[in-house]
């Protein structure tokens, strides 16, 4: 099983700045891609960036350009460092792993509210 436990969510306003933190315990294989979704009320959750173990990344259109996504040395730990934010960014974020095609693990969710 693997545990994910995110940080850093919270009320901001329009231009500013969060950092989001997942920590991942358990068992991670040593190939895996981690990432954030978000989740709009009533809809489904839809990918914001994810970054696989050697560091390549992809960001929905959306966020290019002011969301910046990283993992640490360890690789155990994946950020959403998130700039210029928008009321359009108001959601609920989830960390996701992804690994070996069939396992995908969520956190709990934490809500990021932007205010105009």
């Known amino acids: 099983q693997v545990q994910l436990v995110e940080s850093g969510g919270g009320l901001v306003q329009a231009g500013g700045s969060l950092r989001l933190s997942c920590a991942a315990s358990?068992?991670?294989?040593?190939?895996?891609?981690m990432g954030w979704y978000r989740q709009y009320p009533g809809q489904q959750r839809e990918l914001v960036a994810d970054?696989?173990?050697?560091?390549?990344?992809n960001y929905a259109d959306s966020v290019k350009g002011r969301f910046t996504v990283s993992r640490d040395g360890a690789k155990k730990t994946v950020y959403l460092q998130m700039n210029s934010l928008k009321p359009e960014d108001t959601a609920v974020y989830y960390c996701?792993?992804?690994?070996?095609?069939?396992?995908?693990?969520w956190g709990q969710g934490t809500q990021v509210t932007v205010s105009s």
């Open positions: 970054i696989t173990i050697g560091g390549s990344t």
């Open positions: 358990g068992n991670i294989f040593s190939s895996n891609v």
């Open positions: 996701n792993l992804r690994q070996a095609t069939f396992f995908s693990y």
